[in-house]
């Protein structure tokens, strides 16, 4: 059998782009990596509930309990070296990660952001925000980013990119839901799996 990188994927909501990435383990897009850990910054989230379902070791760790900015990163890193985590995927987390833990893991976290950077990102660019912005500029394509985290917002080499066209009539909310089918769940499990593979290369699990 041959040894995977192994993911922990960062969440704070319903995790519907951890469902991607568990489903893409199971149909073989994503097969130089597995899921070894899903920690939510928020108790109760459903993104904790899939992972439990699927046999996924769950965490929650929020920065309240934790006191401060830096305990809350010294508890994920703890979280990271106990479950020997290759590469981190940031999946609607809702939480700047400092430059003390982004440098820790260079070119071994990536974040999937609903627009196309570098359009509609960076400070205040979230959630619906992102769509609401598009719609408010205008935008007739729009689409997701799937790219590696820095110091700098949504300013990490882009890893993959798709595009989606906004229809007449369009919501924040229906472009979101579009985004998300048509580029968000398909890109972010194809990302993993490149990076997967580059990290078993560089392992020496693949030649």
Known sequence: MLTKANIAVLVSGGGTNLQALIDAQSNGVLKSGEIKAVISNRAGAYALTRAEKNGIPAF???????????????????????????????????????????????????????????????????GLHVHEAALSYGVKVTGATVHFVNEVCDGGKIIMQKAVEVEDGDTPEILQKRVMEQAEWIILPQAAEKVSEKICRQKGFIS
């Open 60 to 126: 929650t760790v929020t920065k309240k309990e934790c006191g401060s900015q830096q305990a809350f990163e010294e508890r994920l890193t703890e979280i990271m070296k106990e479950n020997k985590i290759d590469f981190i995927v940031l999946a609607g987390f809702m939480s700047i990660l400092s430059e003390n833990f982004t440098a820790q893991f260079p070119s071994r976290i990536i974040n999937v952001h609903p627009s196309l950077i570098p359009s509609f990102c960076g400070k205040g660019f979230y």
